[in-house]
């Protein structure tokens, strides 16, 4: 695109703001006042629909081209983020997070690393995504519970506004050992000396990070010593007499396939009842369901489905699934993540047929055989036959589909 005077003027206050494609519309309208090119969003940014990505939310690949200031700027040093605090007469030395040289004296042992994730060229914005990122860009702490169905995007979505954003993740996946020594640290034996060591939580809360708590519902009545870290007061770590209070724009995350009441269909295994006090100070959960048959599309071109026929009759051939599943018709689901293991798999073998069965071989033999012969009828050109996919599958024409 050969860019215009004005065009360049939008996109260099873009970059200076520290603008990454996508952009938003309030991005936009910040820029258009920043860099006065534009008395409000321009119509080659805003109405050309190969750009919009979400709702809000437009590509803007230019973006690259343009080295702002506000690209290459580091965070600022989060403030001081422990205090001194009366514990039963005495006084807690303050310790600013500046203070902490690494993740594990800090969690690595090495010098500190930024945590900021990378950016996944194959992302497609959508869903809650942009609310997201507001209540991230805000640097208002506010917790906020994600649930829905596996492999439909929901951490990979937090990680991504991260890395727009370049801010540090703090994910912390959560299982049923979990416990206040993982999430808030401890004392570890290091060269022969014993060492109080940061954990996650309070790594994240210091230095003003994002905080995921991954697949929470897996955990124990352990988590329970987050009660004080999700009311935004700060936490006692009462093993070594100092108190942390979270330095600005500390926020909190929390992925789960289940709404915190456990899983009675038997589909995620270890999911428990959390308690109702910690599922009360989330204000917020947002559903996360699959995305629509356009935007999966647009995630497998993405993926490298460089073939847009196949990309069409893979989405029509999932879509037609979840239905049947919603409806208790089935009892397995093909997720977003799975259509892109199947293009993956197109990608290295180069067989349609083979590609699908492969992905699928996860599944019981009646189920597989179903989803085989439903695909079959949904793309008429892909047969699937013995010789065509792994060994032990019959031929389309044998199986029986309950769709």
């Known amino acids: 695109m050969n860019l215009k005077p004005r065009q360049?003027?939008?996109?260099?206050?873009?970059?200076?703001?520290?603008?990454?494609?996508?952009i938003s519309r309030q991005e936009l309208?910040?820029?258009?006042?920043?860099s006065g090119a534009y008395a409000c969003p321009p119509s080659w940014l805003t109405q050309d629909s190969s750009r919009t990505v979400g709702r809000g939310l437009y590509e803007c690949p230019e973006l690259k081209e343009v080295s702002g200031s506000g690209n290459s700027a580091s965070p600022a040093p989060p403030e001081q983020a422990c205090s001194k605090a009366p514990v039963q007469g005495a006084v807690v030395e303050t310790v600013a997070p500046t203070a902490v040289a690494n993740l594990t004296?800090?969690?690595?042992?090495?010098?500190?690393?930024?945590?900021?994730?990378?950016?996944?060229?194959?992302?497609v914005a959508w869903g809650h995504f942009s609310d997201?990122?507001?209540?991230?860009?805000?640097?208002?702490?506010?917790?906020?519970?994600?649930?829905?169905?596996?492999?439909?995007?929901?951490?990979?979505?937090?990680?991504?506004?991260?890395?727009?954003?370049?801010?540090?993740?703090?994910?912390?996946?959560?299982?049923?050992?979990?416990?206040?020594?993982?999430?808030?640290?401890?004392?570890?034996?290091?060269?022969?000396?014993?060492?109080?060591?940061?954990?996650?939580v309070v790594t994240a809360m210091k230095n003003g990070g994002i905080l995921l708590l991954d697949e929470i519902d897996l955990g124990s009545a352990n988590l329970m010593c987050l009660q004080p870290v999700?009311?935004?007061?700060g936490v006692f770590l009462k093993k070594i007499g100092l108190w942390v209070t979270p330095a600005p724009g500390f926020q909190i995350f929390a992925t789960a396939n289940t709404k915190g009441k456990g899983?009675?269909?038997?589909?995620?295994?270890?999911?428990?009842?959390?308690?109702?006090?910690?599922?009360?100070?989330?204000?917020?959960?947002?559903?996360?369901?699959?995305?629509?048959?356009?935007?999966?599309?647009?995630?497998?071109?993405?993926a490298g489905c460089d073939?847009?026929?196949?990309?069409?009759?893979?989405?029509?051939?999932?879509?037609?699934?979840?239905?049947?599943?919603?409806?208790?018709?089935?009892?397995?689901i093909v997720s977003t993540r799975r259509l892109v293991d199947i293009v993956n798999a197109w990608k290295i073998f180069g067989n349609k047929s083979?590609?699908?069965?492969?992905?699928?071989?996860?599944?019981?033999?009646?189920?597989?055989?179903?989803?085989?012969?439903?695909?079959s009828k949904v793309d008429a050109e892909v047969e699937m036959t013995t010789e065509d996919v792994a060994s032990g599958l019959t031929t389309s024409e044998d199986t029986e589909c309950p769709f």
């Open 354 to 375: 083979k590609a699908i069965a492969m992905c699928l071989a996860r599944f019981d033999d009646d189920t597989k055989e179903a989803f085989l012969s439903l695909y």
């Open 230 to 233: 999700l009311e935004g007061k």
């Open 105 to 123: 004296m800090g969690m690595t042992g090495g010098e500190r690393t930024t945590l900021i994730p990378p950016r996944f060229d194959g992302y």
């Open 8 to 22: 360049l003027q939008l996109l260099q206050a873009l970059a200076d703001a520290g603008c990454t494609s996508p």
């Open 29 to 34: 309208i910040d820029a258009c006042a920043a």
């Open 307 to 332: 073939d847009e026929d196949f990309a069409t009759h893979l989405t029509a051939w999932s879509e037609i699934i979840r239905k049947s599943f919603y409806e208790g018709a089935v009892d397995e």
């Open 132 to 200: 997201v990122e507001k209540i991230v860009r805000s640097k208002q702490f506010y917790p906020i519970f994600i649930t829905g169905l596996s492999g439909n995007g929901k951490t990979l979505m937090v990680e991504q506004i991260c890395a727009k954003l370049k801010r540090e993740c703090y994910r912390t996946n959560i299982t049923r050992q979990t416990d206040e020594d993982d999430l808030l640290g401890g004392f570890r034996l290091i060269n022969g000396q014993t060492v109080w060591q940061d954990g996650p």
């Open 263 to 302: 899983s009675d269909d038997g589909r995620f295994v270890g999911t428990g009842i959390m308690n109702e006090a910690m599922l009360d100070r989330f204000p917020v959960t947002m559903e996360q369901p699959y995305p629509t048959k356009a935007t999966e599309k647009k995630i497998l071109g993405k």
